[in-house]
């Protein structure tokens, strides 16, 4: 049977993709940043996880505002990487797992939770730069990726308590896949940030920290957070840390803290990042 293994929250700031794809990782500014995905880089080596339930927000890249999933699941053989307006990024193209993600969706789509099914989908920063965090330089990638893609980016997002229940409804569906697999879910984004408007380039180190203790130690607070807190406390791109209650809630329960990371700035975000254990 398929089995999570692991859950694992990263930000997503494009400019740390920019970083690494000109070799500026050593530099002054973006050392640090770097330097706190040595562990995780040595951790995926060891895993050798097979694939990666990745929960990630789209930003206008795949869905333009004319038309935004509040979640979708990603079901195609490979996922081409987006132009955001720069060019792609120079990275291999992402392998999928059509069968895993035809089965989740069948078991969440039937447990009730109405995700739209995407064929074909370009995938941008908000799923690359993890990628690149936790994986480094590749010429191909080491898993297969099932993208779970997350509406943050217009009002109304999903609440936490949805994202925590699908997150529970993900880890039946995977649990109910007859292959043998090991399986990671990563939640993506955050931590606090505002990038537009009056309080541009707000960071609250206190929320986030407290967000970071409380998935181990208060995971019900965070479950029940409401929209206007994270606006209030995080600035308004702070609601993407939604999407880490998804891997939270695939979790179950009791996890346990194998690494944790934070550091302020990164472009005009904080950057967040846990590794955690189902117990
Ligand atoms: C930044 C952060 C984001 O999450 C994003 O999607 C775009 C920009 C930033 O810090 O610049
Ligand atoms: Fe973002």
Redesign the pocket.
């Given at each position: 049977m398929a089995r999570i293994t692991a859950g694992i929250a990263a930000?997503?700031?494009?400019?740390i993709g920019v970083a690494f794809d000109n070799k500026r990782t050593s530099d002054p500014y973006w050392a640090p940043v770097f330097k706190g995905f040595d562990w995780v880089k040595e951790f995926e080596k060891d895993e050798k996880p097979d694939v990666i339930v990745l929960v990630y927000n789209d930003?206008a890249s795949a869905f333009d505002l004319s038309m935004i999933p509040t979640f979708a699941i990603g079901c195609a053989d490979e996922f081409a990487i987006a132009d955001e307006g720069f060019g792609q990024r120079p990275l291999p193209p992402v392998p999928g797992h059509a069968d895993l993600a035809a089965h989740i969706a069948q078991s969440v789509i039937l447990d009730e939770f109405d995700l739209t099914v995407v064929n074909e989908m370009a995938v941008d920063?908000?799923l690359t730069v993890p990628l690149s965090l936790m994986f480094g330089e590749v010429d191909k990638w080491p898993v297969k990726v099932v993208p779970i893609a997350v509406n943050v980016v217009q009002f109304p997002p999903p609440t936490g308590n949805r994202c925590w229940s699908l997150g529970e409804a993900i880890a039946r569906a995977v649990e109910s896949f007859p292959e043998d697999l090991n399986v990671q879910i990563w939640g993506t984004?955050g931590m606090s940030?505002q990038?537009q408007g009056p309080r541009a380039g707000l960071i609250n180190a206190q929320f986030d920290n407290a967000f970071l203790r409380d998935l181990v130690s208060d995971p019900q607070r965070l479950r029940l957070m409401k929209h206007i807190e994270y606006l209030r406390e995080s600035g308004s791109?702070g609601i993407?840390m939604v999407m880490w209650l998804i891997m939270r809630g695939a979790l179950g329960s009791n996890v346990e803290e194998l690494h944790r990371f934070y550091h302020v700035p990164?472009?005009?975000?904080a950057v967040g990042h846990i590794v955690l254990r189902p117990t």
């Amino acid at each position: 049977m398929a089995r999570i293994t692991a859950g694992i929250a990263a930000s997503h700031v494009p400019a740390i993709g920019v970083a690494f794809d000109n070799k500026r990782t050593s530099d002054p500014y973006w050392a640090p940043v770097f330097k706190g995905f040595d562990w995780v880089k040595e951790f995926e080596k060891d895993e050798k996880p097979d694939v990666i339930v990745l929960v990630y927000n789209d930003h206008a890249s795949a869905f333009d505002l004319s038309m935004i999933p509040t979640f979708a699941i990603g079901c195609a053989d490979e996922f081409a990487i987006a132009d955001e307006g720069f060019g792609q990024r120079p990275l291999p193209p992402v392998p999928g797992h059509a069968d895993l993600a035809a089965h989740i969706a069948q078991s969440v789509i039937l447990d009730e939770f109405d995700l739209t099914v995407v064929n074909e989908m370009a995938v941008d920063h908000g799923l690359t730069v993890p990628l690149s965090l936790m994986f480094g330089e590749v010429d191909k990638w080491p898993v297969k990726v099932v993208p779970i893609a997350v509406n943050v980016v217009q009002f109304p997002p999903p609440t936490g308590n949805r994202c925590w229940s699908l997150g529970e409804a993900i880890a039946r569906a995977v649990e109910s896949f007859p292959e043998d697999l090991n399986v990671q879910i990563w939640g993506t984004g955050g931590m606090s940030h505002q990038l537009q408007g009056p309080r541009a380039g707000l960071i609250n180190a206190q929320f986030d920290n407290a967000f970071l203790r409380d998935l181990v130690s208060d995971p019900q607070r965070l479950r029940l957070m409401k929209h206007i807190e994270y606006l209030r406390e995080s600035g308004s791109e702070g609601i993407e840390m939604v999407m880490w209650l998804i891997m939270r809630g695939a979790l179950g329960s009791n996890v346990e803290e194998l690494h944790r990371f934070y550091h302020v700035p990164a472009s005009n975000a904080a950057v967040g990042h846990i590794v955690l254990r189902p117990t």
